[in-house]
């Protein structure tokens, strides 16, 4: 295909129909396929291309990955059930039992409490840093055993921006990949492959899909990491006994670590998409370019609008000229960054709540970053878990109100906020 401008890969890319075929990419609903002789069902078993068993890779979803891979750039890429597995995949493809990585504190509390405990527990430890810190700061945080260095381009909620190619000298001198988050800005407003980032993960059920319909992640590759650089990634330069002795850089040159993901993970964890799911993706993707531009144009209006209000007491968005992290966004995402705003209202916890129950066009709900405004209070849900030192690390105070903006028009969003606003005078 062509290497038509990003907007059109939103549409285009992914699925083309050959002639007679359906125009719309079809949602293949089935766990198996038929093969007509069992020698031709054995060529799969050892990694040959075709299909199986949709537990490890069915054409519709496949079709939807081929799309975000196109969209960012890389080389393949897979599905996942959620984004919490692709980060949690993007990993263990490359660690086990006595490996750890470091990752930037300033991550969404669920993948915090992913990497601070539920791993810990499987024998993977993490040592999380300061993304503001300089580079030989980073780099004490590595250790023998250090396999990965991960961070969000824009942490949720925090909304840091992550200096990428900072993170990614440091986890290239120390031989580990990179790996980045990019679910806020999506590849319309970031790259992070270009910046030197090696793998990206998504959470699709974010803006990618944009409607709150399903919830899935993606794993991307890059092609440019050189995994047989040292010994550190026996998994993928050693023989896997499980099938049949395959050596995945080897035998799937720079498609080695997303076969791997597929071969092994989805193969024994079995977090895959449904081919419904997929097929709703894959029609978020279409417009994913339309609605970005409208989601930020919004949250710029609004974030100026609360900055210059004086019954706010704080206002973080990358867009905003005094914001610390606007000079990272103007260099990795010149054309806008996401429709997220953290702020506090003066008053602290209580006026937040009071703010955020007077609010009638935004809904409190448990998630972000879809078509509809909405609105939470991390410190009391997403982030609840974690001590208050946790949210500091994480960027969150008590008072953080995250508005995630929609693309209804906004006039009405700030007449909602000015209500509400003046509910708690």
Wanted: a negative charge; glycine letters at 8%; aromatic letters at 8%.
């Amino acid at each position: 295909m062509k290497d038509y401008r990003i907007d059109t890969k939103c549409v285009q890319a992914g699925y083309q129909p050959k002639n007679g075929e359906p125009r719309v990419l079809p949602i293949v609903q089935s766990t198996t396929y038929k093969y007509d002789t069992s020698a031709e069902m054995a060529k799969l078993f050892d990694l040959e291309p075709g299909y199986m068993y949709t537990r490890l890779a069915n054409p519709t979803s496949d079709a939807v990955a081929a799309k975000i891979t196109a969209l960012e750039g890389g080389v393949a890429g897979v599905l996942t059930s959620s984004g919490q597995a692709a980060n949690f995949f993007s990993l263990i493809n490359i660690l086990g039992a006595g490996d750890h990585f470091v990752s930037a504190a300033t991550i969404y509390g669920g993948t915090f409490n992913l990497f601070n405990v539920t791993m810990r527990k499987i024998g993977i430890d993490v040592t999380f840093v300061d993304p503001d810190a300089d580079e030989e700061t980073i780099a004490k945080a590595f250790r023998p055993n250090t396999k990965a260095v991960f961070g969000e381009t824009i942490a949720n909620p925090a909304l840091k921006v992550l200096d990428i190619e900072k993170f990614a000298r440091v986890a290239h001198a120390h031989g580990v990949p990179l790996i980045v988050d990019n679910t806020f800005p999506t590849p319309i407003n970031c790259r992070p492959f270009e910046f030197g980032a090696d793998i990206v993960t998504h959470s699709t059920t974010k803006y990618m899909e944009g409607h709150a319909s399903t919830i899935g992640g993606a794993i991307i590759d890059s092609g440019n990491f050189d995994w047989e650089q040292n010994d550190k990634f026996p998994g993928l330069t050693t023989p896997d006994d499980s099938y049949h002795g395959a050596v995945y850089v080897r035998d799937f040159g720079k498609a080695g670590y997303i076969t791997k993901i597929v071969a092994q993970l989805l193969r024994d964890y079995g977090s895959t998409p449904s081919p419904q799911n997929s097929f709703y993706l894959n029609l978020g993707l279409e417009t994913l370019a339309l609605r970005m531009e409208r989601h930020c144009s919004n949250a710029q209006k609004i974030a100026e609008f609360l900055a210059q209000d004086e019954r706010i007491s704080w206002v973080n968005f990358p867009g905003l000229p005094d914001s610390p992290d606007h000079a990272l966004a103007e260099k990795y995402m010149p054309n806008g960054t996401c429709g997220v705003i953290s702020f506090g209202v003066k008053g602290g916890r209580d006026a937040a709540e009071k703010f955020m129950n007077n609010l009638k066009l935004a809904a409190i709900v448990t998630h972000v970053a879809d078509a509809r405004t909405c609105v939470l209070h991390p410190a009391s849900s997403t982030h609840r878990q974690l001590s208050d030192q946790e949210l500091l690390d994480c960027g969150v105070s008590a008072d953080l109100i995250r508005l995630s903006v929609g693309i209804e028009n906004v006039e009405d969003i700030l007449e909602d906020i000015q209500q509400a606003l003046a509910a708690i005078e």
